[in-house]
């Protein structure tokens, strides 16, 4: 690597980096400005953007010499107290065209833990932002980030990489949405108070799902989920007279056998005939009578058709990735041409090889 | 040969253009995306356009409304439904409507087209100047359309079922509106069909009323049945009794019943005037 200017990323993310260790790496609010700080004053380092999430820590800059990213990364290791060579271990890192290809290949979400989840994107701009705020990009990171953006946004567009739910709360919400449109209007119901059941119930409300109850076996247990939840709760012994109150019913008990068998259902149907009842029955054994699923307007999905669609998705958006890759490279390489005689130390562009700890003039991203 | 000033030409066009849009959703559905609602509405605004101009120029023609004869009358439901749908689909944005909708007039528009036998007679002035009466015909057969757009949305409604209750989710049935809003699709229109052909049928009996010598018999028996049989699916939905698949199954055999009825009514009329060409354009 050359004394001229060049692009660089260096981090670590989940792909090397187990979670204790990840854990560890984590930059708390306190210890983000304080990075900041120092990577603000550390000679020879023209730009930079810190992008810090659960899965990731990235540095992203433009660095004046060779030996600047070797700072920064040792200013890095000296505030989160790891040894430099334990750092060595685990990083990434790339420069020029593949440092380019690696922000879009993140922002696009195809380095994520979850493929082709959304959220990175939202915390790339998030980093971003803050770095502008405080003045820390210039030229050079301005068009990579505001063309990343872009270019993450067109190969979400332009391949199947986000559809489909991978989480199984997800796909019962987007089933639920299949059914009913909008869960706005749609009482729900959860019965048993476990951790399954709440976490779905969390995605429900996160779709827009305002009206909750909550009915366990032992109305103690109801009580405080329900008060998490923002929701009502509901002694057991009412579920059966209420059934037909309820479009949404996530059951989660852990009952040694069906709590709800097809003769209630039916009951309930007939006081709601023309609206549709969507059980989701995540619970070992099966609450909901399977039978049930044979009366009209009555939908009816368990832990393993949910874990099926979660798992069919996941194999949809792997079969895009190949499709996104190529998206990315040609994307990649025109904004590499365009900023590269802003950044002369990465000529001529490195080889697009992805490589781990390896050394920053030759290396490209692992992800 | 085709001519910009015979309708037919235009109604190829409209047909075309309807084919187009029936060819962008297959094309989106096979490739497993979501078409463009933008361009659908546009291929299908355009159509309607073509169509309208063809339909103004045999109406010229015909001396009134063209509902003369079977080619006639299948070009003007399916005008009627892709009114329907360039109102109701911005308006409740029911995803694959305009595909559903373009496969239905593609079905309609190419068949009378195709068929030279259905516009081999053009009955002229066959409303006598009688603006009401004329007005009842067409409102007839608007009814018409929004009944093939309830079959479609029917055929939506037993489509997303079937794939929410057999765990199909991918494909064609990923694109789907939502159980719900298809329901509430079908029940809106099944009120407006009933509604439209109320009126028609109430603007119709003033006349018959007063001289019972023109009532068409075969043709004001059909169009009672028909309507009767759309009342009584309509009332049982709204206390609750037809719901769900068996309201949809309803929905659609009644508007084959409908269309399949339109040849025998049309075949029982007595042509007021023939036109002089009697061999369609090709």
Not at chain 1, 210 to 227: C, I, K, W, Y
Not at chain 2, 128 to 146: K, T
Request: some cysteine; proline content about 4%; hydrophobic content about 50%.
């Amino acid at each position: 690597m050359s004394d001229a200017p060049h692009l660089f990323v260096v981090g670590a993310s989940h792909h090397t980096t187990p979670l204790e260790l990840r854990e560890k790496l984590a930059l708390g609010d306190a210890k983000m400005a304080a990075f900041q700080q120092t990577l603000s004053t550390l000679p020879g380092l023209r730009e930079f953007t810190v992008l810090n999430t659960c899965n990731r820590v990235e540095i992203y800059g433009v660095a004046e010499a060779a030996d600047t990213v070797a700072r920064v990364q040792d200013s890095f290791c000296g505030l989160q107290a790891i040894a430099p060579a334990d750092f060595a271990g685990i990083r990434h890192a790339a420069t020029g065209l593949g440092a380019v290809r690696h922000a879009i290949t993140v922002a696009a979400g195809l380095d994520s833990q979850m493929l082709g989840e959304t959220e990175i994107l939202g915390q790339l701009k998030d980093a971003y932002a803050a770095a502008q705020s405080r003045r820390t990009v210039g030229p050079v990171l301005n068009r990579v980030f505001q063309k990343t953006f872009q270019h993450a946004k067109h190969v979400r567009t332009h391949t199947a990489i986000t559809e489909g739910n991978i989480s199984v709360a997800n796909v019962a919400v987007e089933l639920a949405l299949k059914i009913f449109g909008d869960l706005a209007s749609t009482r729900v119901l959860l019965l048993g108070a476990g951790e399954i059941g709440e976490k779905t119930a969390k995605a429900f409300q996160s779709r827009g799902a305002r009206d909750l109850t909550v009915a366990s076996r032992t109305f103690e247990r109801a009580l405080p989920v329900a008060t998490a939840l923002g929701a009502a709760a509901l002694p057991w012994d009412q579920v059966e007279s209420r059934l037909a109150d309820f479009a949404i019913v996530v059951a989660s008990t852990s009952a040694p056998g069906s709590i709800i068998n097809r003769a209630q259902v039916a009951a309930a149907m007939q006081r709601r005939p023309a609206d549709p009842l969507f059980f989701i029955d995540l619970a070992l054994p099966r609450d909901i009578d399977p039978a049930a699923a044979e009366l009209e307007n009555v939908f009816l999905y368990n832990l393993d058709d949910l874990a099926q669609i979660a798992a069919e998705n996941r194999a949809a958006r792997a079969a895009e990735v190949g499709r996104a890759q190529a998206i990315i490279a040609d994307k990649a390489a025109a904004l590499w041409k365009k900023i590269a005689p802003q950044v002369p130390g990465d000529s001529p562009a490195p080889s697009s090889a992805p490589r781990h700890s390896g050394d920053l003039g030759a290396s490209a991203p692992s992800g | 040969m085709f001519e910009l000033t015979h309708d037919r030409t235009w109604l190829w066009l409209a047909a075309a253009a309807y084919f187009g849009g029936f060819a962008l959703g297959t094309t989106a559905l096979l490739r497993d995306r979501r078409h463009s609602h933008a361009w659908m509405y546009a291929i299908i605004a355009l159509g309607y356009v073509l169509q309208t101009t063809g339909l103004y120029l045999r109406g010229l023609e015909v001396k009134g409304c063209p509902l003369g004869n079977t080619f006639e009358i299948f070009q003007f439901t399916a005008w009627s439904a892709i009114t329907l749908y360039l109102v109701i689909g911005p308006t409740f944005r029911l995803s694959l409507l305009g595909y559903f909708t373009c496969m239905l007039t593609t079905t309609l528009t190419l068949s009378s087209l195709a068929i030279p036998s259905w516009d081999a007679v053009r009955r002229v002035g066959i409303f006598g100047g009688n603006a009401w009466i004329e007005f009842h015909a067409a409102l007839a057969l608007f009814s018409y359309g929004v009944f093939g757009l309830l079959a479609l949305t029917s055929i939506m409604y037993l489509l997303q079922v079937f794939s929410l209750k057999r765990h199909h989710l991918r494909g064609l049935f990923s694109f789907l509106p939502s159980v719900r809003d298809l329901d509430h699709m079908n029940l809106r229109l099944l009120v407006t069909g009933v509604a439209l052909l109320a009126a028609s049928l109430a603007v119709g009996s003033a006349y018959w009323l007063d001289d019972t010598s023109t009532v068409n018999a075969p043709k004001l028996l059909i169009t009672v049945a028909v309507w009767l049989a759309y009342t009584v699916a309509c009332v049982l939905r709204v206390r609750q009794v037809l719901i769900a698949k068996r309201l949809a199954w309803t929905c659609i055999i009644l508007f084959a019943i409908a269309l399949l009825s339109l040849g025998p009514v049309n075949s029982s009329r007595q042509p007021v005037e023939q036109t002089a060409q009697s061999q369609p354009q090709r």
